[in-house]
């Protein structure tokens, strides 16, 4: 099962910021929160992805609370490109030495359906 | 660069036949992974490989699917035989799985309806 919980839905209006919420009260020390979205008819595009400290790059910016049991996705100025299913995971990254594991696969959930409008 | 390939892009077939997917995952990303999602849901780990060997194949239904990856490039999945459950879209996606280099990339996925 899916670490994370996230609403099934949201809209946004075209040029505001989208905020995606995503709550993992289970994550372990050692597992990064990933985001990626799944534009329709698409495979999942990586989007970002962190530790602890915030994150941000061209696509997005991903906040993490202190206590790292929830975080925040932004899209900045969402465009009606954005509108996609987004998927919130928790992952242990890092090299895996020994074969047979599994700590390091993506465990999708439902994610959000974000609805971009003008 | 390249994205993953993956072909054929739909495949409609009857309950009980063979089918196969291909993908040619990045240039030089070692870790090749297959996918199923059905409608509605989230992609669902098949198998992974790292190179040619099997990481993980602790999800892959083995009574009927198989998958290869014989030169540590290109894969193949197989489903012998379908059934109307395996209606979904197969993704495939790779990774350079190298320390800080862990992102999955996609491909578009085959969509697979078994009548």
């Known amino acids: 099962d899916a670490k994370t919980t996230q609403p099934p839905s949201m809209d946004c209006a075209e040029g505001r910021a989208a905020n995606l919420p995503c709550n993992h009260s289970?994550?372990?020390?050692?597992?990064?929160v990933y985001w990626y979205r799944q534009i329709h008819s698409q495979g999942p595009q990586y989007i970002i992805h962190?530790?602890?400290n915030n994150e941000t790059n061209e696509m997005a910016s991903l906040i993490i609370t202190e206590d790292r049991k929830s975080s925040t996705l932004i899209l900045p100025h969402a465009t009606l490109r954005d509108t996609a299913v987004y998927y919130c995971?928790?992952?242990?990254?890092?090299?895996?030495?020994?074969?047979?594991?599994?700590?390091?696969?993506?465990?999708f959930g439902k994610g959000t359906k974000l609805s971009v409008k003008p | 660069e390249a994205g993953v390939a993956q072909s054929p892009r739909y495949k409609i077939i009857e309950k009980r036949q063979s089918v196969a997917f291909w993908c040619n995952p990045i240039?030089?990303?070692?870790?090749l992974y297959w996918y199923q999602q059905i409608l509605g849901q989230g992609p669902k780990l098949l198998i992974q490989f790292q190179n040619n060997g099997v990481v993980d194949d602790s999800q892959l239904p083995k009574d009927r699917f198989s998958a290869e990856r014989l030169k540590g490039v290109d894969s193949t999945l197989k489903i012998q035989p379908a059934k109307l459950e395996d209606s979904a879209v197969y993704l495939c996606a790779s990774s350079l799985d190298r320390q800080g280099k862990e992102t999955q990339y996609f491909g578009p996925g085959t969509r697979l309806l078994v009548l």
């Open positions: 289970t994550i372990s020390g050692n597992e990064y």
């Open positions: 962190g530790l602890k």
């Open positions: 995971i928790v992952r242990v990254a890092g090299i895996r030495k020994n074969y047979g594991g599994s700590q390091g696969n993506l465990i």
């Open positions: 240039s030089g990303h070692a870790t």
